[in-house]
Nanobody
Framework: QVQLEEYGGGEVQDGGSLRLSCAAT????????MAWFRRAPGKEREFVAS?????????YADSVKGRFVISRADRAKNTAVLQMDGLTIADTAVYYC???????????????WGQGLQVTVSS
């Protein structure tokens, strides 16, 4: 069983940056694909970014391309990071980390999910 724990949420001003981390415990997720999703107030959960197990293949939602970067944070590859720059009010949401075996996908067919982190961007 894998548990995912997210860190780094909070409030930031428009144009600011935040770094979200997702640490896996229970077993290594070295061979797992990782992703971040988010749910804005009154909206459905949506795909943000994904990363293949090798740490090379990445994919981003159009709304965050050029501003967000997903990566593995450590040699054990048990921590995934989402660096968010140029944040806007539209990025305000609860952000969820997810992991799955196999290739990364943009739908929510992931095996494991974190509890979610609030990210609030204010003007």
């Amino acid at each position: 069983q894998v548990q995912l724990e997210e860190y780094g949420g909070g409030e930031v001003q428009d144009g600011g940056s935040l770094r979200l981390s997702c640490a896996a415990t229970g077993r290594t997720i070295r061979s797992y694909s990782m992703a971040w999703f988010r749910r804005a107030p009154g909206k459905e959960r949506e795909f943000v970014a994904s990363l293949g197990w090798s740490g090379v293949a990445t994919n981003y939602a159009d709304s965050v391309k050029g501003r967000f970067v997903i990566s593995r944070a450590d040699r054990a590859k048990n921590t995934a990071v989402l660096q968010m720059d140029g944040l806007t009010i539209a990025d305000t949401a609860v952000y969820y980390c997810a992991a799955r075996t196999g290739q990364p996908v943009t739908d929510d067919s992931y095996d494991y999910w974190g509890q979610g982190l609030q990210v609030t961007v204010s003007s």
